[in-house]
C-alpha cells in the first residue's frame, strides 16, 4: 500500500479517523476550513473517549478543547455532556473520565457552567472505590477542590461501609501544586468538618493496614521441578506468574523447565512452560519448538515466538517468512528482529496493508517498531512511516516519528501537520 499525503478538506471518514487517532490534520481542517459540517463528529470526540489507550496516552482533553473553539462548539459540547450525565446510561469509566477532562478545560477557560457540571459529575463507580472527576476538580480548583473531594468521600464511607479510601487525593494534590500540603489542609478542615474529619480516620486505617500481608505469594521460591509439577496438578491455573518466576529463576531451574517443554507434546503445558522464557527467552534453539511457532492456536503460536525472538538461527528466519507469507506479520516481524538481512524492510513492506482490528494493528505497529530501531541504517522509513500513519495509539506515533527524523526521512507534510497533534510529546519533536 503506498503512504499518501492527507488532502484537505478532509473527508467525512478522514476526520473522523484523525479525531480517533489524534492526528494533527484534524485540527489543520478546522483551522482552514471551520467545522465543516463536523460539528457531530467533534462533539462525539468530546463525550465519548476515542483513544487507544488513555491511562498511557497523553490527555487528549486540551487539544480537543483547542478544536473546539476553534469551531465555536463550547456549548453545543456543554450541553451534550450535560445530557450523557442526566442519561441513565451504563457506566463507561473511560467516557467519564474523558468527560470530566473535558469539563475541567472549559471551566478552565472560564466557563462556570461547566465548573459546576464537573462538580456535579464526580461520582463512584458502581460496586468499586474508584472515583470519577476528582483528579480534574484537585486540578482546577487547588485547595477548594481537595476539600470537596475529601468531604464527599467522607459522605460515601457514612454510607457504604465496604468504600475503601487512601491518601491519593492529598497526594495528587501535593503533586499537582508542588507544594506539600494538601494533608494538612484537610487536617486544619476536619476540626469543623466532620466528612473530612471521616474520610481521615478512614484513610489512616487504610494505612495502617498497608503493612498487612496482600496474600501475593513469593514466585521466586518455586525450582524448575515445581514449576512443571505445577502445571500438571493444576490444569485450571493459567500460570501468569511464570513471566515473573522465569525472569527471576537460575540458569539450572530454567533448564529444567526448559527439558519439560522440549519433551511435552500437550499443546495447554506447552502454552504456561513457554510462559517462563517470556522475558528472557529459551536458553537455545532446539528444532522441536519450530511447531509450536506455527502452531493454529494464536496464543500458543505467540507465546513460543516470544520465547524464541531472542535467538538468531536460520531456521527462525524460515520460520518467519513463513508467518509472513501466511499472513501472520506481527510474528513474523518478530522473529526477523534478530534474524535480519538487508532486505527485509523492502520485503515487509509488501504485506503491510490497513489492520481494521485496533488490537491486532497496535501489535503489529510494536514489533515493526523494534525492527526499524533494531536496524536504524538498514532502510525502514516505509514501515516507519505505515506506523506514523496507521498506529492507534500516539505512544507508537511518536516512536515512529522519532526514528523517522532521527534518520532524516520525516515527509515534509509529517512535520508539519506533527506540530498539531494531540499529543505535547509529539509536538515537542517538531519544536522550533
Given at each position: 500500500?503506498?503512504?499518501?499525503?492527507?488532502?484537505?478538506?478532509?473527508?467525512?471518514?478522514?476526520?473522523?479517523?484523525?479525531?480517533?487517532?489524534?492526528?494533527?490534520?484534524?485540527?489543520?481542517?478546522?483551522?482552514?476550513?471551520g467545522p465543516?459540517?463536523?460539528?457531530?463528529?467533534?462533539?462525539?470526540?468530546?463525550?465519548?473517549?476515542?483513544?487507544?489507550?488513555?491511562?498511557?496516552?497523553?490527555?487528549?482533553?486540551?487539544?480537543?478543547?483547542?478544536?473546539?473553539?476553534?469551531?465555536?462548539?463550547?456549548?453545543?459540547?456543554?450541553q451534550a455532556?450535560?445530557?450523557m450525565?442526566?442519561a441513565?446510561?451504563?457506566?463507561?469509566h473511560?467516557?467519564?473520565?474523558?468527560?470530566?477532562?473535558?469539563?475541567?478545560?472549559?471551566?478552565?477557560?472560564?466557563?462556570?457552567?461547566?465548573?459546576?457540571?464537573l462538580?456535579?459529575?464526580?461520582?463512584?463507580?458502581?460496586?468499586?472505590?474508584?472515583?470519577?472527576?476528582a483528579?480534574?476538580?484537585?486540578?482546577?480548583?487547588?485547595?477548594?477542590?481537595?476539600?470537596?473531594v475529601?468531604?464527599?468521600?467522607?459522605?460515601?464511607?457514612?454510607?457504604?461501609p465496604?468504600?475503601?479510601?487512601?491518601?491519593?487525593p492529598?497526594?495528587?494534590?501535593?503533586?499537582?501544586?508542588?507544594?506539600?500540603?494538601?494533608?494538612?489542609?484537610?487536617?486544619?478542615?476536619?476540626?469543623?468538618?466532620?466528612?473530612?474529619?471521616?474520610?481521615?480516620?478512614?484513610?489512616?486505617?487504610?494505612?495502617?493496614?498497608?503493612?498487612?500481608?496482600?496474600?501475593?505469594?513469593?514466585?521466586?521460591?518455586?525450582?524448575?521441578?515445581?514449576?512443571v509439577?505445577?502445571?500438571?496438578?493444576?490444569?485450571?491455573?493459567?500460570?501468569?506468574?511464570?513471566r515473573?518466576?522465569g525472569?527471576?529463576?537460575?540458569?539450572?531451574?530454567?533448564?529444567?523447565?526448559f527439558?519439560?517443554?522440549?519433551?511435552?507434546?500437550?499443546?495447554?503445558?506447552?502454552?504456561?512452560?513457554?510462559?517462563?522464557?517470556?522475558?528472557?527467552?529459551?536458553?537455545?534453539?532446539?528444532?522441536?519448538?519450530?511447531?509450536?511457532?506455527?502452531?493454529?492456536?494464536?496464543?500458543?503460536?505467540?507465546?513460543?515466538?516470544?520465547?524464541?525472538?531472542?535467538?538468531?538461527?536460520?531456521?527462525?528466519?524460515?520460520?518467519?517468512?513463513?508467518?509472513?507469507?501466511?499472513?501472520?506479520?506481527?510474528?513474523?516481524?518478530?522473529?526477523?528482529?534478530n534474524n535480519f538481512?538487508?532486505?527485509?524492510?523492502?520485503?515487509?513492506?509488501?504485506?503491510?496493508?490497513?489492520?481494521?482490528d485496533?488490537?491486532?494493528?497496535?501489535?503489529?505497529?510494536?514489533?515493526?517498531?523494534?525492527?526499524?530501531?533494531?536496524?536504524?541504517?538498514?532502510?525502514?522509513?516505509?514501515?516507519?512511516?505505515?506506523?506514523y500513519?496507521?498506529s492507534?495509539c500516539?505512544?507508537?506515533?511518536?516512536?515512529?516519528l522519532?526514528a523517522?527524523?532521527?534518520?532524516?526521512?520525516?515527509?515534509a507534510w509529517?512535520?508539519?501537520?506533527?506540530?498539531?497533534?494531540?499529543?505535547?510529546?509529539?509536538?515537542?519533536?517538531?519544536?522550533?
Amino acid at each position: 500500500m503506498q503512504i499518501k499525503q492527507p488532502t484537505f478538506p478532509l473527508t467525512p471518514a478522514a476526520f473522523a479517523a484523525a479525531l480517533r487517532t489524534g492526528h494533527g490534520r484534524a485540527m489543520q481542517q478546522v483551522a482552514s476550513y471551520g467545522p465543516n459540517g463536523f460539528e457531530d463528529e467533534i462533539t462525539h470526540a468530546c463525550v465519548s473517549c476515542l483513544s487507544y489507550d488513555p491511562q498511557c496516552e497523553a490527555q487528549r482533553a486540551p487539544w480537543l478543547l483547542s478544536i473546539v473553539d476553534r469551531a465555536k462548539l463550547n456549548k453545543k459540547v456543554l450541553q451534550a455532556i450535560e445530557a450523557m450525565a442526566d442519561a441513565s446510561l451504563p457506566e463507561n469509566h473511560r467516557d467519564m473520565s474523558h468527560r470530566s477532562a473535558i469539563l475541567k478545560e472549559l471551566a478552565g477557560a472560564g466557563s462556570e457552567d461547566a465548573r459546576s457540571l464537573l462538580y456535579r459529575s464526580l461520582a463512584r463507580l458502581s460496586h468499586t472505590s474508584d472515583v470519577i472527576g476528582a483528579d480534574q476538580i484537585l486540578a482546577l480548583d487547588g485547595v477548594d477542590g481537595l476539600i470537596h473531594v475529601a468531604r464527599q468521600l467522607g459522605q460515601w464511607l457514612r454510607t457504604d461501609p465496604d468504600f475503601w479510601v487512601d491518601d491519593y487525593p492529598s497526594e495528587q494534590f501535593d503533586s499537582l501544586t508542588g507544594i506539600e500540603g494538601g494533608l494538612a489542609a484537610l487536617e486544619r478542615e476536619a476540626a469543623v468538618d466532620s466528612d473530612i474529619a471521616n474520610y481521615l480516620a478512614c484513610m489512616r486505617k487504610t494505612r495502617e493496614g498497608g503493612s498487612a500481608s496482600s496474600g501475593r505469594f513469593d514466585t521466586t521460591a518455586y525450582t524448575g521441578a515445581e514449576i512443571v509439577a505445577h502445571v500438571s496438578k493444576n490444569p485450571a491455573d493459567q500460570c501468569h506468574w511464570f513471566r515473573r518466576w522465569g525472569a527471576k529463576a537460575a540458569s539450572d531451574h530454567l533448564d529444567t523447565v526448559f527439558a519439560a517443554l522440549l519433551a511435552s507434546e500437550e499443546p495447554e503445558h506447552v502454552k504456561r512452560l513457554l510462559g517462563c522464557f517470556a522475558k528472557k527467552g529459551v536458553p537455545r534453539f532446539d528444532s522441536r519448538l519450530l511447531p509450536w511457532i506455527a502452531h493454529p492456536d494464536e496464543q500458543i503460536r505467540w507465546a513460543a515466538v516470544r520465547a524464541v525472538a531472542p535467538l538468531t538461527h536460520g531456521e527462525l528466519r524460515q520460520a518467519a517468512m513463513r508467518l509472513l507469507a501466511a499472513g501472520d506479520l506481527a510474528n513474523g516481524v518478530t522473529l526477523l528482529v534478530n534474524n535480519f538481512e538487508a532486505s527485509d524492510f523492502a520485503m515487509c513492506a509488501e504485506y503491510l496493508e490497513p489492520l481494521h482490528d485496533a488490537d491486532q494493528a497496535h501489535r503489529l505497529v510494536e514489533e515493526l517498531l523494534d525492527l526499524c530501531e533494531a536496524h536504524p541504517d538498514a532502510g525502514g522509513s516505509y514501515c516507519l512511516l505505515y506506523v506514523y500513519e496507521l498506529s492507534p495509539c500516539s505512544i507508537c506515533r511518536k516512536r515512529s516519528l522519532k526514528a523517522l527524523i532521527g534518520t532524516n526521512a520525516a515527509p515534509a507534510w509529517v512535520l508539519t501537520e506533527a506540530v498539531h497533534d494531540a499529543d505535547p510529546g509529539i509536538r515537542a519533536l517538531v519544536a522550533p
